[in-house]
T-cell receptor, first 114, second 113 residues
């Protein structure tokens, strides 16, 4: 069964304390992995797309990496404004074309304390 | 450029009532979709559209209808609300498809009593 699991569920960091969020997946052929940021009461905001193992993308203090089984979102020297829920989504290969093979994880809620 | 807008922001319905959640985008995107987000579960696709006049079902379509008469608008209709439809609903749009960058609206929080 195709599945996306994010860990930890919640993470509290001191400002400047670097860490990583994990997204592990078991899908039938990865077509793409997406990271989104979601602030409370708002819709998700796109961050990155990764397509193949070994690929890396960076944006400000965030760096996303991808292996054959998981993706990491590394946060370097976080600031309080980085506090949000980070969602991972995985597109799996499907025998039938359609939109039913995009799976979202439940997210990691990050809190950065000043 | 307002992006993706959704109305209302909050709604309370009684079981059996019907209503329409509105979604509009001003980016001329062909792809639009509706998701629901429930505690402890990832976003789940309800219905989607690849262009005006074309819609299809997602993962959890039961109890919902959609239509797409224009590129800009993609309303979601609840036919007969049930408590199981209590959720936060997000509309999203994309210029290239669901497997690329999606722009999400601010959401509608729906409670069915």
């Amino acid at each position: 069964e195709d599945q996306v699991t994010q860990s930890p569920e919640a993470l509290r960091l001191q400002e400047g304390e670097s860490s990583s969020l994990n997204c592990s997946y078991t899908v039938s052929g990865l077509r793409g992995l997406f990271w989104y940021r979601q602030d409370p009461g708002k819709g998700p905001e796109f961050l990155f797309t990764l397509y193949s193992a070994g690929e890396e993308k960076e944006k400000e203090r965030l760096k996303a990496t991808l292996t054959k089984k998981e993706s990491f979102l590394h946060i370097t020297a976080p600031k309080p404004e980085d506090s949000a829920t980070y969602l991972c989504a995985v597109q799996a290969a499907a025998e039938l074309t359609g939109a039913n093979n995009l799976f979202f994880g439940t997210g990691t809620r990050l809190t950065v304390i000043p | 450029n307002a992006g993706v807008t959704q109305t209302p922001k909050f709604q309370v319905l009684k079981t059996g009532q019907s209503m329409t959640l509105q979604c509009a985008q001003d980016m001329n995107h062909e792809y639009m979709s509706w998701y629901r987000q429930d505690p402890g579960m990832g976003l789940r696709l309800i219905h989607y559209s690849v262009g005006a006049g074309i819609t299809d079902q997602g993962e959890v379509p039961n109890g919902y209808n959609v239509s797409r008469s224009t590129t800009e608008d993609f309303p979601l209709r609840l036919l007969s609300a049930a408590p199981s439809q209590t959720s936060v609903y997000f509309c999203a749009s994309s210029s290239q498809g669901f497997y690329y960058e999606q722009y999400f609206g601010p959401g509608t929080r729906l409670t069915v009593t």
